[in-house]
């Protein structure tokens, strides 16, 4: 029998300054949860904490951040 929660801070789980984890790899460490199912980043402060499994499917998201408006100026290689 299984039964789903979700992280109550929401977080997938970040290394506080004590050694532990928030978030869901919190939650593993901690033997709070069996596992953790989600697109997780593998970290080696991560892998020190919680045995990670053989990807289950690559996925190519990118991240796009808003190019800047170059200032282009008839003169600019004088600069």
Known sequence: RFQWVSA???L???ALPNGTF???VGMVQRKETDLALGPFGMTASRAAVVRFSTPVFYS???ILLQRGNPQH???SFFK
Do not use: I
């Open 73 to 75: 100026h008839s003169w």
């Open 8 to 10: 109550v801070d929401g």
């Open 22 to 24: 928030n978030g869901m």
């Open 12 to 14: 997938w789980g970040e």
């Open 60 to 62: 190519y998201y990118r």
